[in-house]
C-alpha cells in the first residue's frame, strides 16, 4: 500500500554507523532512506547498553550509547534523512538497469542506486518461546510485541518474562485485562526497581499475580490455545488457563534475509573487496561497521565512522558518473557550508 520509493542511496541498520553514513552521503550531496527494524535509532549503542559510557569516540572523552545517538541524530540534522523503522529490509535484488529492488517487512518497496549495510550484528529479533506448537498461535493468541494494546481488554493474559518489557506491558494491562498472571522463572528481575515494587504491591492487592515456572507444554480446545502447562520450581507441572499470551524475552540479533542476497559471507560477515571503498562483492553494494570483514577490522565505532566517509566517496561515482568528486573540508569550503546550513 506505500508508494514505491526511488532513491540515491539506502542504508540498512540505523546503528551508530548507519547514522554517520548519513551524515558522509549529505557532505557529497547525496540523500538517504535509513531502515531499521528495532522502532528507534542507535542499534547496540541504544539496544544493549544506552546509559553505559563510551570512552573511545576520538574528541568525545566520555558519552553514553544514548548520548552518542542523540549526537549523531544532531549531525545529521541538516540532511533530513527519511528514517523507516519497525521493518526488517527482507529483499534486495539487482535489476536489469543496474539499480537494486529492495523491500521491508512492512511492505515498503524501494528502487534504489545504491545500497549501505550497516546492520551491525544482524537485525534484533525478539527471542521466542521454545514450545512444541505454540508457533501456530503466533500473532492470534501468542505476541512477542504489543501493537494494539487495547486487544487485550477483558481477556485472561499471561505474560512471560522478567526485565522491564514484561513489566511494564503487566502494569500497563492490569484492570484493562480481566486477570494478569506475570510468569517468570525465578523471583529476580532485571527490571526497574520501582516497576517490581508497583507489581508486587498489586500482586499483594490481587490485582496481578505472580508465578514462578516455566512454559513446558500447551493444550489447545477447537483449535485454540486454552491451557498452558507451567513447570514451578518444585518440578510440579500445573495447568494455567488464559486467552492471550506476551513473551518478552528480549531481543537477540540475527543476520537473518541479508545471507540470500548474493553476497560474500566469511563467518556470519560480509566481505569488502577492499578498504579503498568498503564495497562488497556485489558493485553498488557497500558494507560499513560491524557487519563487515576485512583484514584488520576491528569492530569497533570509530573503525565504522572511517569506514561510512570512503564508501561515500566511493557510491558517489554511480550515483554521479559525471561528476568528479573532491574532498573538502567542512572548516573552509564555501559548498559544505551552505550544505550544512551554517552560512
Ligand atoms: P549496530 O549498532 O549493531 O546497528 C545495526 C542496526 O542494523 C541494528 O539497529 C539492527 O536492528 C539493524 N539491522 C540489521 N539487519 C537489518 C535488516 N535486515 N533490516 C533492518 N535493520 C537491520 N564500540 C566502541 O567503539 N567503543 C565502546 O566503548 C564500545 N562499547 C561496547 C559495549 C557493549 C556492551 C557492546 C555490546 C558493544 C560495544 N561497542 C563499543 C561496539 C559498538 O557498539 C559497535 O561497534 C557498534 O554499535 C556498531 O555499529 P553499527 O552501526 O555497525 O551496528
Redesign the pocket.
Known sequence: TSKLIEADAVI???????LFQVFELGLLEIKAHV????PVV????V???PD?P????PAVPVCT?QELTDNLLKQIEPFSPTFHLN????LVQRREDGRFDLE?SLGQKFITKTIFI???????QPRTLKVEGIEAFEGSQVFYRVKNPSQFEGKNLVICGGGDSALDWALALAGKAESVVILHRRDDFRAAPSSVAKMKEMCDNFEMQFIIGQVSGIETKDDKLSELKVTGADGVTRRLPLDDLLVFFGLS?KL???ADWGLDIERKQLKVISTEKFETNVPGIFA????NTYPGKK????S?FHEAALAAFGAAAYIFPEKKIHMQYTTTSPKLHKILGVE
Not at 42 to 45: L, S
Not at 288 to 291: C, P, Q
Request: charged share 15%; hydrophobic share 40%.
Open positions: 540498512i541498520g540505523a546503528g551508530p554507523v548507519g531502515i531499521d527494524s528495532l542507535g542499534g547496540q549503542c539496544e544493549l547498553y553505559k563510551i570512552y573511545d569516540i550509547g521493518q526488517e529490509v527482507t521491508t550497516a546492520a551491525g550484528v544482524g537485525s534484533f540479533p537473518g534475509p541479508i560499513v561497521g560491524d557487519i569492530k569497533l565505532i570509530l565504522g
